[in-house]
């Protein structure tokens, strides 16, 4: 077959590309189109995302596009980080600058929402990990702040389905992205109307959700004369960056619940792929989350606070006059005393530190351990500690399943970090296997292959990932020294931390 091109507008927390998709037939290859920045703008001692300045980039990137493969681009679509979403009126305003998912607003908010509406109740709505950024806690703030801007509100769209809007008209929700809102309900595969209306939330504004795979509409006409396009599909793939990570692993268990994923990055999304959701007592006690996935699967999974730590050390050391880049640091943290200190990487501690390194040596300062002293020292805690979480979290997640995991696919930009990887394998004791490092971009493409009738099954989907892309495999060593940090790490987890 000729080759075809399908664009993915790929949208994370630091950074965004557009990213072309070129598929023979048997292989997938992607090239990219333009890359920019990303990160949240203080605006009025808050917390926003600049919506406007990454849809003039987008555009910059659909004019390469067209000026580089012309008519035999098939369609496009987004996908982004989950939670966060724009308010728009009747008239296609956008309500307000979109916060951020870190902004200060939504602090104790959750609390005040289990006195409406008890915490198990919110689970068994939603099947979601509690975590005061969800959209749920997120509008409840707003609402309470400004009720009068929700009332206004005529359309709530999360951040893809924002972008879809703009580039075809569209109003509606994608599935897998819907679900990380807490506000969707995993059974009746609708909103949970009648929590959010127990939680004094309007109703009226949320759209119709549709399934990944879904085709939104044509390019709008201005946006295809301006960027050179032309009126070509625009197509929901799995929205959620996670959630299109998921569907390119490249697992040959497509089916089975006996092998894990981490989609490592800013967040470490740690699960399995499972075909409902599960939302026994055991899982609200756990504070796992069940969200959506390719035809109708269910990713019950973890969030892990992931390499935001390292990310926050390095920016520090930059201030501080050391720069690094990841190699080096990786370099620097291999040389350091292991086992040293360990820290909760999901401590709210470390959800948005003034200083990042000061925040983990004063965690471990209040938890009479070693104080790291050195960079590497703290790299290698973060690290070591992430390892750690990990190998707790698949202990949740073999509980709840019933299933031995054998092997652990990572994907996502966290693959190049071969340190962490290999800490991976030796704390789980379980084979690694890494790659692809753009999962996110390869999903949101082959789903689109897919519904233009190119591709047929998630399966074929994980087959051709399989047979694009390099992976390496980590083999678990000094399995009995990481037994042991094990026992102090959740000893450690176990005291209550002041």
């Known amino acids: ?71 035999s681009i098939v369609s496009v679509g987004v996908d982004t980080w989950g939670v966060d979403f724009v308010l728009l009126s009747k008239t296609g305003e956008m309500l307000g600058q979109p916060y951020h998912y870190r902004d200060a607003r939504t602090r104790g908010v959750m609390e005040h929402a289990f006195q409406r509406v008890p915490r198990p ?18 509008l409840l703030a707003m609402n309470e ?3 009068a801007l929700v009332e206004l509100a005529d359309k709530f769209l999360m951040i893809p389905d924002f972008f879809h809007w703009l580039l075809s008209g569209s109003r509606v929700v994608e599935f897998t992205n819907a679900t990380t809102s807490q506000m969707y309900h995993p059974t009746n595969q609708n909103w949970s109307l009648d929590m959010l209306r127990k939680l004094g939330l309007p109703t009226h504004m949320l759209p119709e959700v549709v399934s990944p795979g879904t085709k939104l509409g044509r390019l709008r006409e201005d946006v295809a004369r301006r960027s050179g396009l032309s009126r070509l599909e625009v197509v929901a793939p799995a929205t959620h960056d996670t959630g299109a990570a998921i569907a390119a692993v ?13 989609s490592s990055g800013t967040w470490s999304l740690m699960g399995l792929e499972l075909p409902h959701a599960v939302l026994t007592p055991r899982a609200l006690e756990l504070n796992v989350t069940n969200e959506g996935g390719i035809d109708g699967t269910y990713r019950l999974l973890k969030n892990i606070m992931g390499l ?9 050391f930059e201030r501080n006059g ?29 959800l948005a530190p003034h200083d990042m390194p000061e925040a983990i040596r004063d965690w471990c300062r209040k938890t009479n351990q070693e104080i790291p002293d050195t960079d590497g020292g703290l790299i290698r805690c973060a690290l070591e500690s992430l390892a750690l979480k990990y190998r707790l979290v698949l202990s949740w997640l073999e509980e709840l399943s019933g299933e031995r995991v054998e092997v652990i696919h990572i994907v996502g930009g966290g693959t190049q970090n071969d340190l962490l990887n290999q800490f991976t394998a030796n ?44 992976m390496q495999r980590y083999e678990p060593e000094h399995t009995a020294q990481w037994d042991e940090a094990y026992k102090r790490f959740t000893e450690l987890l176990s005291r209550r931390i002041p």
């Open 308 to 316: 935001w730590l390292v990310q926050e050390c390095r920016k520090s």
């Open 121 to 138: 109740e919110i689970f068994a709505n939603t099947g979601l990990q509690f975590m005061e950024i969800n959209s749920l806690y997120q």
């Open 322 to 350: 050391s720069p690094y880049d990841y190699g080096l640091l990786a370099q620097v943290a291999s040389d350091a005393r292991p086992f040293r200190a360990f820290v909760d990487p999901d401590s709210s501690a470390f």
């Open 145 to 147: 702040s400004n009720p």
């Open 250 to 262: 490249p697992t040959e268990r497509t089916g089975s619940a006996n092998w894990a994923y981490i």
């Open 1 to 71: 077959m000729a080759e075809q091109v399908y664009l993915a507008i790929d949208l994370g927390a630091e950074s965004g590309r557009v990213m072309a998709g070129l598929f023979d037939g048997q292989r997938i290859r992607l090239e990219e189109l333009h890359r920019f920045s990303n990160g949240p703008v203080n605006l009025a001692d808050t917390m926003r995302w600049d919506l406007l300045r990454l849809w003039s980039q987008i555009q910059v990137g659909l004019q390469k596009a067209a000026a580089r493969f012309g008519q």
């Open 427 to 470: 704390a789980t004791g379980r084979p690694v296997i890494t790659g692809p490092v753009e999962a996110t971009a390869l999903g949101n493409v082959l789903m689109q292959a897919r519904t233009s009738g190119s591709v047929g099954s998630l399966s074929q989907i994980r087959d051709i990932v399989r047979a694009s892309s390099s």
